[in-house]
């Protein structure tokens, strides 16, 4: 009897451990996409606006290409102009456990 409710508490144990690991690994790259993100958002808004286009790319988390056999992040931007002002919107998207697609996504507006 004793060894079944120590055996029942272990495994309540390792479960809040697994559990707690996959709510780690998440804040990290959390983190890490909305870095990316900014990095991103500061760099277009710096850039001249004749030069800002559309586009996207598979980075790691300190913002170098990435492999596709390395956890990697997908960051793309758009930017629309209306005008003379033109909206910027930044998504750094990962794929968590496997297939669950997350995105941290972040808008401004710039004029010319």
């Known amino acids: 009897m004793a060894l079944t409710v120590l055996s029942i508490g ?3 144990i390792l479960m809040m ?6 709510a780690t690994a998440y804040s990290r790259h959390a983190t890490e ?3 990316l ?13 004749t ?3 559309a586009s996207s ?3 790691t988390a300190n913002g170098a290409p990435a492999s596709h056999d390395e956890f990697f992040f997908t960051r793309s931007w758009t ?9 910027i919107t930044v998504s750094s998207s990962w ?5 669950e697609v997350h995105a941290v996504v972040l808008r401004t507006q710039r004029s010319e």
């Open 95 to 99: 794929l968590e456990r496997g297939n």
């Open 37 to 49: 993100a900014e990095d991103k958002m500061e760099e277009l808004r710096l850039m001249p606006s």
């Open 33 to 35: 996409a909305a870095v």
């Open 10 to 12: 272990i495994g309540g």
């Open 17 to 22: 451990q697994v559990s707690a690991l996959h």
């Open 79 to 87: 930017i629309t102009w209306n005008g003379t002002m033109g909206d």
């Open 51 to 53: 030069s800002l286009i």
């Open 57 to 59: 790319e598979d980075i």
